[in-house]
């Protein structure tokens, strides 16, 4: 199960997540980070990083932010330059 940063990191943008990730999976956004889904290990490096508790793994994100776990697979896809289609996996 992969991790999915959610709302609390808008904004924010800390970074602590992207130093400690040791497959480098995590992209930044205009307004925030996000964690590619198929290059995610779910090592849980990051989750404890993150100072707005904003990374959750994808089963455990709370219901007002479940959309985030669809955002973060699309914007990481396009911010990496990766074409799979979701519909793919």
Not at 25 to 31: F, L, Q, S, T, W
Not at 79 to 87: A, K, N, R, V, Y
Request: with cysteine; proline share 9%.
């Amino acid at each position: 199960m992969p991790y999915v940063i959610t709302e609390p990191c808008i904004g924010v943008k800390d970074k602590s997540c992207m130093t400690v990730c040791p497959v480098d999976c995590i992209y930044e956004g205009e307004d925030m980070l996000y964690i590619h889904p198929d290059e995610c290990i779910d090592c849980g490096l990051c989750e404890p990083e993150c100072p707005v508790t904003a990374i959750f793994v994808d089963s455990d994100v709370p219901q007002q932010w479940r959309d985030y776990v669809e955002k973060n697979a699309i914007e990481s896809r396009q911010l990496s330059g990766s074409t799979i289609p979701m519909e793919a996996k």
